[in-house]
């Protein structure tokens, strides 16, 4: 950081070149605010008097987080002073409230900010003071020890700050995080806080959370964490792992990136036999002991602890279809290898062949503000049956090639439901809590839902998997459509979810009756809702397509058949009024339900009520819609659009060959 030139006209003071006077704002508002509590505030913070300094520096960080102030502040150039003369003051004090306020703005303003902090040079400024802290903390004979308690509560508080700040510049953009990683400056003094057992609970955890943000898809920084013999940072991390509380969930976020970038999986453990089959007991654990330790996290929350967990075993969930397929080529289980994963299509079909339909979804965001409270009694006896899977040996076994998933399965997805159903903190903290459960039981449910159950050999996944999902299912899939929610994006994951399991489920999905209509009732719901612009096939109307699609599949009964291949009929027939991506998908969904001639619905449904000729009257509409799809704005709509349009052309005609005698 250089310091300006004196201006020899100026009589010394210190000035900027590149200041440019700052016009004060139009609006009287902020106007009036800027001249109240902005200006005076910035005159202290670059006042002669230390004690000024630090008073000063301490207000800007209690009046950052207000949107006007903030702004304001920005105008003003607060971080230009922030950067020369704060974080420069002989005192401490104003050091870390100057770190808190770089911590604050990062975490309040967008990606951008963190660019500008990036191009002004922040990682020599966070060097310099990372060494500091480093050299304190090191400090030979105790002398960290014989600084008063204020003091090492103030280094303490600037590592914090700069982990946070670390962390922001690392997701902002990919080139600041290789310039990261490759300072060992900032990565020593990461790892110092990890395994110095000066450090604060606090300061260490910032530091994990940070190294979790390093080490995402990141095999550089992990093959840095893994050569560390300094530090010995992995063993630090694994005995991390073994205890409880926010530290070792947050070391067991940082070992899933590090197994992950290592590719250690089932089919292929690291070191120390270490795959994610390792941290779900721990996470597991977490779940259920959270809720219950909120007056004995000094220096984290519930709710960030579950939220943590739950989002490392989203990652998990998501993770594991890897090592599926790769168990499937192993062990020449069909169809995983070939699988599509969420959000993926593939369903082109010859004109005399079956056709296959492999529509699968990405995992959303979801809400959940039902406060109902849970039949005990009711909840124990599904719980018995998932995590007692070991008195039926055949059904364990046939996982013990799959630790991953089978812990997953017993231990995990228990207490995620019971998440999900939990009123944690006030209302926004356990809709947060929700969202993140729903999102894990979403992630885990896609993955095993796009192993291929038509023949034999993942029968054994199946029979372990069903009474998790059946859990799911009725706790909380049934619970949330039971509430009548309005809540859009919490109706659109649940939606989601149902259509995983009843992909796996089929028949075996513990309807309560009238979950068919609930669907039914939301996609026509859902035609008032602004659709997806990013990808209009993450629609909730199309998630009800698919999950009344799935829960139509032979052997379903024929009545539940019948109505949903009315329903879909009727979607498709409303062509151009229906979305191009409800009508590609309730086409495809006919197409499975339908395209084998020897099953009951056919004869029974699909030829009774004369779908055929309705399809027929559809086809000319399915054309003009497909065309309508511009090809540039909407690559991915106009792709399968097209198919669906020439699939049903050769459905069409594969049914005229195939019509039955009577």
Known sequence: M??????????????????????PPTDPEL?????????PVLKDLQSSDP????????????????????????????VHIILTETLTDASIESRAAGWEILKLLTQEEE?????????IDILTAI?????????????????????????????????????AIISALAEAQDDMLEVIIRNEVIVGFLFNLVTNELVSESARNSSLSCMMTLAE??????ETILGDSQSNIFKHLMAFKAGNGLKAVLACGVLHNVFSAME??????????????SLIPTLATALEAAPNNAADAADSSPVEILQMALEILASIGTALQEALQKGNKSKGRAGAGGSKGPGDEDMVMDADDDEDDNTSEKAPEEDDDDDDEMDADAMEADMDMVTGADDYPDEAAGLDDLPTLKQLIQKAIPQIVKVSNSSIGDQEAALLVRTHAF???????????????????????????????????????????????????????????????ARALHDKTPLSGDEPNKFMSLYHASLNLPGDAEDPFQGLGVKCIGVLGQLAMDPAPIQLNREVGVFLITVTSKLPETPAADAVEALNQIFDIYGDENLACDKEVFWKDNFLKYLEEIMPKVRTMAKKVDKRSSTELRVRADEASMNLFRFIQYKQKHKPAN
């Open 2 to 23: 250089g310091k300006s030139r004196n201006n020899r006209n100026k009589g010394g003071q210190r000035s900027d070149p590149l200041a440019k006077p700052i016009k």
């Open 31 to 39: 106007a009036a605010l800027r001249e109240k509590n902005i200006l």
């Open 51 to 78: 004690k000024s300094r630090t008073s000063a520096a301490n207000a800007v960080a209690n009046i950052i987080q207000d949107t006007k102030c903030r702004k304001l502040l920005l105008r003003e150039q607060v």
């Open 111 to 119: 990606a951008d900010f963190c660019v500008h902090l990036f191009r």
């Open 127 to 163: 060097e310099f003071a990372a060494k500091q802290v480093t050299e304190s903390l090191k400090a030979h004979g105790g002398a960290f020890n014989k600084r008063s308690k204020a003091e090492q509560t103030l280094i303490f508080n600037i590592a914090e700050a700069l982990a």
């Open 217 to 222: 898809d990141n095999r550089q920084f992990v």
């Open 264 to 277: 250690w999986d089932d089919a292929n453990p690291g070191r120390d036999n270490s795959t994610d089959a």
């Open 439 to 501: 999102n894990a039981l979403n992630n885990i449910a896609w993955t095993v839902s796009c192993l291929d159950f038509s023949g034999d050999n993942n029968t054994p996944v199946l029979a372990a998997w069903t009474p998790a999902a059946q859990l799911i299912w009725r706790e909380s899939i049934a619970r949330v459509l039971s509430s009548d929610t309005s809540d859009v994006s919490l109706a659109t994951v649940v939606t989601s979810l149902a259509w995983a399991i």
